[in-house]
T-cell receptor, first 112, second 113 residues
Framework: DAKTTQPPSMDCAEGRAANLPCNHSTISGNEYVYWYRQIHSQGPQYIIHGLKNNETNEMASLIITEDRKSSTLILPHATLRDTAVYYCIVRVVGGSNYKLTFGKGTLLTVNP | DGGITQSPKYLFRKEGQNVTLSCEQNLNHDAMYWYRQDPGQGLRLIYYSQIVNDFQKGDIAEGYSVSREKKESFPLTVTSAQKNPTAFYLC????????????FGSGTRLTVV
């Protein structure tokens, strides 16, 4: 699986959009971008994933650059409950590789 | 509601004792996983299983053992051979291939004294 690079921490004001970047410059054509988040002392929670097109669901939007070498997770109106570590992961879907490899992620702190 | 249940949430054991962590899912997922997390670190894969009665070692399998006798259950045993067993243990499940993401349990915090 391709390696990802994320900033170790970010701050955001409550009610504002939080934009979390992820660099995955070695991504290959069949690798998807996944985002998870982990609130302190809980299990990670799946947020969203995509291959090349931008994706949106009830939790967030995922913007993938045209060359697919980077992406941004957008939380449109951050709340205090969005304070968590956010993990960006790239991986092939299907086949025999089921593993998810987690890095250290970005600690997003939403301030009142 | 479908989900994945880990028990207990907190576990204390004396050094040298084996301990088994429970993980049960009712999502009808074929694949299940165990991860370990240490303070300030990402998750590291211990074992995973794609089908009943079959499992593979992850990146840090030494000192751990698993079984997969039922599709719903994937218990993890932390043996006395594991040198630093104190950690936060997370179980997860997914469909084959994991295309729709993993579902994680709420974790078991193991402390060995």
């Amino acid at each position: 699986d391709a390696k990802t690079t994320q900033p170790p921490s970010m701050d955001c004001a409550e009610g504002r959009a939080a934009n979390l970047p992820c660099n995955h410059s070695t991504i290959s054509g069949n690798e998807y971008v996944y985002w998870y988040r982990q609130i302190h002392s809980q299990g990670p929670q799946y947020i969203i994933h995509g291959l090349k097109n931008n994706e949106t669901n009830e939790m967030a939007s995922l913007i993938i650059t045209e060359d697919r070498k980077s992406s941004t997770l957008i939380l449109p109106h951050a709340t205090l409950r969005d304070t968590a570590v956010y993990y960006c992961i790239v991986r092939v879907v299907g086949g025999s590789n089921y593993k998810l490899t987690f890095g250290k992620g970005t600690l997003l702190t939403v301030n009142p | 509601d479908g989900g994945i249940t880990q028990s207990p949430k907190y576990l204390f054991r004396k050094e040298g004792q084996n301990v088994t962590l429970s993980c049960e899912q009712n999502l009808n997922h074929d694949a299940m996983y165990w991860y370990r997390q240490d303070p300030g670190q990402g998750l590291r894969l211990i074992y995973y299983s794609q089908i009943v009665n079959d499992f593979q070692k992850g990146d840090i399998a030494e000192g751990y053992s698993v079984s997969r006798e039922k599709k719903e259950s994937f218990p993890l045993t932390v043996t006395s051979a594991q040198k630093n067993p104190t950690a936060f243990y997370l179980c997860a499940s997914s469909t084959l291939g994991g295309g729709y993401g993993y579902t994680f349990g709420s974790g078991t915090r193991l402390t060995v004294v």
